[in-house]
């Protein structure tokens, strides 16, 4: 069975600042997707990037980007120049096709100002 | 606005009552998934209806049920409800084959409280 370990139950970081978010997961499948999902105050749960497992390069959406290491199973968010708007939880997903998505037990991140 | 809509937004209920939840998916989208998110906990997959038929099922009670109508909105019935079940119930949906499949568009959650 796919696990997914968010092992920062709670993060912080300076407005402006960089921080990265980790999740390692647990599969035996070659081809499968990996997410990042916001979820702010509102409980909205939203998209914030994706990353196909049969490429290479790592996705990148605005200041928030993923270093994707197959071989050790991480799959890392960085948040540049962090913003207050930041400020959610923060769920790492991976999904095979065809198949349910499992989450992350969620990363706490407090942006301060 | 990620397309997806749920109604009701809040839902005070008594111990032992039924109710329903109602999604909607995005235009397109043939597959609706129902999760369950209790407090402090992360999302649980409940169960996955593709174009009206069930395709998958996780840790859904007995209790729980669900289907989807041919104009592809998704309803979750909660019968017997017990305190335990509050929790925000979230549905999603995702682009047909073909598309990007894989990504789940999430709804803005109905709030369940059970008394």
């Known amino acids: 069975a796919q696990t997914v370990t968010q092992s920062q139950p709670e993060m912080s970081v300076q407005e402006a600042e960089t921080v990265t978010l980790s999740c390692t997961y647990d599969t035996s499948e070659s081809n499968y997707y990996l997410f990042w999902y916001k979820q702010p105050p509102s409980r909205q749960m939203i998209l914030v990037i994706r990353?196909?497992?049969?490429?290479?390069q790592n996705a990148t959406e605005n200041r928030f980007s993923v270093n994707f290491q197959k071989a050790a199973k991480s799959f890392s968010l960085k948040i540049s120049d962090s913003q207050l708007g930041d400020t959610a939880m923060y769920f790492c997903a991976f999904m095979k096709w065809g198949d349910d998505m499992r989450f992350g037990a969620g990363t706490r991140l407090t942006v301060k100002p | 606005d990620s397309g997806v809509t749920q109604t009701p937004k809040h839902l005070i209920t008594a111990t032992g009552q039924r109710v329903t939840l109602r999604c909607s998916p995005r235009?397109?989208?043939?597959?609706v998934y129902w999760y369950q998110q209790s407090l402090d906990q992360g999302l649980q997959f409940l169960i996955q209806y593709y174009n009206g038929e069930e395709r998958a099922k996780g840790n859904i009670l007995e209790r729980f049920s669900a289907q989807q109508f041919p104009d592809l909105h998704s309803e979750l019935n909660l019968s017997s409800l017990e305190l335990g079940d509050s929790a925000l119930y979230f549905c999603?949906?995702?682009?047909?084959?073909?598309?990007?499949?894989?990504?789940?568009?999430f709804g803005p959650g109905t709030r369940l409280t059970v008394l």
């Open positions: 999603a949906s995702t682009p047909p084959s073909g598309g990007a499949e894989d990504t789940q568009y």
């Open positions: 990353q196909e497992a049969y490429k290479q």
């Open positions: 235009s397109g989208d043939l597959s």
